[in-house]
Nanobody, 122 residues
């Protein structure tokens, strides 16, 4: 019903920057919240940043001031600008979106992207 496609991951040196994108498509009526999660090897998936329909944002404390989440509601697209990257930011980054569909049989959705690898290393 609702698909998410991420892009923008890669290899970057410590102190560098990357910008992740997440585009949502399908039977979307509205998106209430979008978020970026990450999972490093051997660790649990954690919420990095979230943005709500009204524009309110939340950040993981360790990325506060370095990462910026934003969204383009007209394009159903979310971004994560990551600056001053550190080796501990290395992980697979996943986007998630939750909201309502145009399908009355399945009115709500919560979808995940396939993940994009971010590696911070010299």
């Amino acid at each position: 019903q609702v698909q998410l496609v991420e892009s923008g991951g890669g290899l970057v040196q410590p102190g560098g920057s990357l910008r992740l994108s997440c585009a949502a498509s399908g039977s979307i009526f509205s998106i209430n919240v979008m978020g970026w999660y990450r999972q490093a090897p051997g660790k649990q998936r954690e919420l990095v940043a979230a943005i709500f329909s009204g524009g309110k944002t939340n950040y993981l404390e360790s990325v506060q001031g370095r990462f910026t989440i934003s969204r383009d509601n007209a394009k159903n697209t979310m971004y994560l600008q990551m600056n001053s990257l550190k080796p501990e930011d290395t992980a697979v980054y996943y986007c998630n979106a939750a909201g309502r569909t145009t399908d009355w049989r399945r009115p709500g959705f919560s979808s995940w992207g396939q993940g994009t690898q971010v590696t911070v290393s010299s």
